[in-house]
């Protein structure tokens, strides 16, 4: 009989590396949003360009390629990356230009008369930003921000492809170790279920908590 | 005698290719009350949003204590205004909404107090005691506390008023502040109005569809029709006896649809 | 040797440890049930790297395909996998002397229904479809044989190309013979059969391959290599994986990378 | 590693193949999706609550696991219960059903935007069920719909390189094995990445026209 | 002397735990102008919204021209209404929104026309013809081939009754069909209202904030509170002399507010 219990840690040694991955990641990917989403939104035209150019860019061309350049192509130009740097790289800056159009959608559905209030009370552009317009937008950002969280985790399934060994990667392992297909997919099927479960409850928490008093219950 | 608190010389503002203001001129002394009325789309919103610098004006002059409010003067010439200039001018200017505009994410009190503490770095506890003060004022100081979704619409309206109040503003402009409330509530706000009236000595500009209250309250009414004044006169003189034919069709209608004069 | 460059030596002496890409090959490479690494070859490359001062090696699992552009890349300093030595490989790498030596196989429903010997009845017959590892030498051998470009089915790996047999996907999946004889041992499957050796196809030796320039490296490693070869150590480590080490001693890197 | 164009022009025919079977891939699983969404949307707001729920349930499932593994999992075990599936037939199959969780949002959240008072005032005209869907909900939920249907086929068309994973010969697939022969990942990769950004940005523009067309994506 | 065309008799509603109506009766004669008003959230839409079965009733019965709205009789027995009962008994109803609900993919004409053919099968000539006396008699004749959204607001809401009117219902619930509109828009609305009122024999609910109108347009008026018919009467004794009073300090209120009563 196969040492399923053995296997089952190294999917578990996988589950914690596509952890890893999702957070730190999903830091970058979130760092990314806010710079290019504002840098949309900005006056200057240069940070515009700059924005439009790396959102267009890193959505325009697919994780997979994204992935792959910076695996095998950047160490040419003299980039060295580990596995582990080159996959949040590519999935930070991949879904970070999808969630800056978010952080972008979210300040541009702050009401004009927010921004009118702000100049109204005399607010500077950073203040009202600052303590108006970004608070609000925040909220309207977590339900898409958690989608996205989602869709990260799932792209890092991508990453077995570059040796990374995370949880698909290990998958593969186990099957070639022992020959059976069913259980290791079965299995990260679950575990990947369960991790966009955590994500979508813990974003919903957070959501809940933000959104306390802004809907007229008793806070 | 005294010299105008707001002079507006020859303004134009377009949309796009639709002239909203039109060469429009007018001048409000110090502590005048004025109202001002007109059929929809005259320009009386636009007017108030370009003394609050949220529109540019495409030409003309505005002066705001003899000051000019969208240019500055540098070594005689006149300059278009930068954000410093603007950000100064503005000081003198409070304005309330129709839709309050309160900020949903911070309570009533935090509302009142987030822009002293902001743009005139008044400490936290000076800021709320004034705060306290103006809700006391409008009648909200039992809310200070609550969040803004949880007010009524008069409710939301005053808060809305202490907020402009607490940066001391020479100049109040007020926008429709009750036609978006429900027949009621309205009164709790002109209530407010009467007060601010009575115990400070602002400008007081008004735009509104309640006759009645523009009838008692302004010392001047301006009627508005396509972006020009059309006639201005004493609230009596207006609503009485106006002089041109637009005014009295238009106060004909209204009539006719139930307002009290 | 001991020249101005063997400083990459030093530096893995340094480190303590050499990055090595293996494949997920039983026997020539092998992740055991804990997470470690085994198999042939890094068995091999793991003890010479110790008597070089190494002291370990860590591994990373690659597809074949893309360990020649990973070792460029500066992704891994060696691999050892089974990668077998050709011309066109030695000219892309420097490769140790030979380590592992196989012939090649196929793996086929019982029976062999479709009566292959060698690539070239594959290519003979139009409907045959074959599987190969993407990069690996069969899909070469296979497209040099005559076999279409379309009808070489690059799989991923060994498992997956045994199931594609097994389901009629593809009608031959031709890896060298150990690792076929590992796949056809955890299937069991009384329904499959392999063709060993494959008619034709030579009989081939990987060896650790380098990358071009870390030649005074590579050179430290054959003489350890030569060493253990000649005190019996190296087949006490890869005659228990099922392949002879008197095979690897028979031939060199000198004539394997001339051959044509 | 220099870049060489010869290489370039001596590669481009194999990974035009590649794109002619990306493109077929995208517009089958596209057609799918949509139908697949359909059927969904459909069953979710059916009153048989053991249907809406196990639906809802497995959309979830689908959404929140990567499609990586989805298609290893059509294609290697679904032929142990005896379906056994050509590979682009699987990838398509993968495509259609995880687009599908996707464009059932879109239906639900299309149906959902016809305002209240439309359903109210359909009533008050007496209408039928029937008549209220075919004359005043979908002629006015389709619409504003197209753009974020387009939206996401364009992202599985991003997703497509994942059928390599599968053996099917698409555009990735292609850049790998070219990659594998020749031992330069640089020229092919960048082609591929430059193939998909030129596709993304013609899309752009395709998009921007709907939307005007048919009004903005919500998300 | 003849039989109440509407007949409402005990009738509860609740949201969740909130009780908005609480065994409510009432009666309407046939031919009879019903202004129902009172203070915001008393369930003056609730009833009409109920009457249009856009609502269930919790408890209670209502009758239209003697038959059972939300029940069926079979074999003597009362069973809930199927759907198909309810769709025969909405055949005398017909009703105006405050948001005019127009369908906004489909022009004027077939806003008007498409209930008529769909849910009477009456052809498209026919259809068309008569629709066109409905948009003549709202005075949109003109606007027929027009998009719901190049309309005003007012327009929007004469095109909305004339729409209800295709059916010719027996019953006509209006709420508050003005208080979306513009000031000087509510008049060409409350004029059609008129003119439906002297040139048909319909039976009309009127739920508005508009006092005057209230006044001059009802025969009867129902003065609502939190769920309850608290008063009613003739326009003239409501408006002048209200005896109870929360009808009292509702119409203080308004006044104040300056609507004329
Ligand atoms: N941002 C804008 N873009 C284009 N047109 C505008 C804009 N703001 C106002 N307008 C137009 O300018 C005209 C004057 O608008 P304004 O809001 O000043 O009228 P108003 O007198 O306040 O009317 P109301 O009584 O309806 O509030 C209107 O025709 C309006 O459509
Ligand atoms: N769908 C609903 N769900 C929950 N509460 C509701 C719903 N519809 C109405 N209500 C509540 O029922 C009460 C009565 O509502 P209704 O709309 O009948 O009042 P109204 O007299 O028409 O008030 P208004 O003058 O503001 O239109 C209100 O408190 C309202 O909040
Ligand atoms: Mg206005
Ligand atoms: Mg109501």
Known sequence: MTQWSGYLGLILQGALVTIELTLMGSVLALIMAFLAGMGRLSRFFVLRALATAYIEFFRGTSIFVQLFFAYFVLPLIGLELTPLQAGVLALGLNVGAYA?????????????????????????????????????AFLVMLPTFGNNAIELLKATSVVSL?????????????????????????????????????????????????????????? | MSAPIIKVDAISKSFGAFKVLDGL??????????????????????????????????GGHIQIEGEHLYHMERNG?????????????????????????????????????LAPMLTKGTPRAAAEKRAMELLDMVGMADKARAMPAQL??????????????????????????TSALDPELV?????????????????????????????DFADRVLFFDRGKIVEEGKPDEIFRHPKQERTQGFLKKIIAAGHRV | PGSADDSKLEQLKGQGFARVAIANEPPYTAVAADGKVSGAAPDVAREIFKRLGVADIVASISEYGAMIPGLKAGRFDVVTAGLFMKPERCAAVAYS??????????????????????????????????????GGTEEKLALNAGVPRERVIVVPDGQSGLKMVQDGRIDAYSLPVLSINDLMKKANDPNLEVIAPVQGAPVYCDGAAFN???????????????????SGEFAKIIEPYGFSAAAAMSTTRDKLCSAK | MEWDWDFVWQIMPTLIQGVKITILATLLGSVLAAIVGLGIALARRSPNKALSRTVGWAAEFIRGTPLLVQLYFIFYVLPDIGILLPPLVAGVIGLGLHYGTYTAEVYRAGIDNVPRGQWEAAKACNLSARQTWTHIIIPQAIPPMIPALANYFIAMFKETPLLSAITVLELMNQAKSVANTYYRYIEPITLVGAFFLAISLCSVVLLRWLERRYGKIER
């Open chain 1, 100 to 136: 800056a159009e978010v952080v972008r959608g979210a300040v541009q559905s702050i009401g004009r008369e927010q921004h009118e209030a702000c100049i109204a009370l005399n607010l500077g552009r950073w203040q009202g930003l600052r303590h108006v317009i970004l608070p609000q």
């Open chain 2, 152 to 177: 009524s619409g008069g409710q939301k309206q005053r808060v809305a008023i202490a907020r402009a109040l607490a940066l001391q503003p020479k100049i109040m402009l007020f926008d429709e502040v």
């Open chain 2, 187 to 215: 009164e709790e706000v002109l209530n407010v109005l009467w007060r601010l009236c009575a115990e400070t000595d602002m400008t007081m500009l008004l735009v509104t569809h309640e006759m009645g209250f523009a009838h």
């Open chain 3, 212 to 230: 071009k320039g870390d030649e005074a490296l590579r050179d430290a490693f054959d003489v350890e290599l030569a060493k253990m070869k000649k």
């Open chain 2, 25 to 58: 001129s007018m001048q409000v002394m110090p502590r005048e009350k004025l109202a001002l009325i007109g059929p929809s789309g005259s320009g009386k919103t636009t007017i108030l949003r370009i003394l609050m610098t949220l529109e540019r004006i495409d």
């Open chain 3, 97 to 134: 002397e030979p380590v592992l030596c196989d012939a090649e196989a196929m793996l086929v429903k019982k029976g062999n229904p479709k009566g292959f010997k060698s690539y070239e009845d594959v290519a003979k017959d139009t409907s045959a479809t074959i599987g190969a590892p993407g």
């Open chain 1, 162 to 219: 570059i040796s990374l060994a995370d949880l698909t990667f290990q998958a593969q392992v186990v099957r070639a170790q022992t020959g059976n297909t069913m259980v290791p997919f079965a299995t990260i099927l679950v575990i990947y279920f369960i991790l966009a479960l955590l994500i979508s409850w813990g974003v919903r928490s957070l959501e809940r908590r933000m959104a306390r008093g802004l809907d007229g219950v008793r806070v």
């Open chain 2, 77 to 113: 010439q006149l300059l278009p205004a930068d954000e410093r200039h603007l950000a100064r001018m503005r000081q003198k200017i409070g304005m309330v909404f129709q839709l309050f505009n309160l900020f949903p994410h911070k309570s009533v009190i935090d509302n009142v107090t």
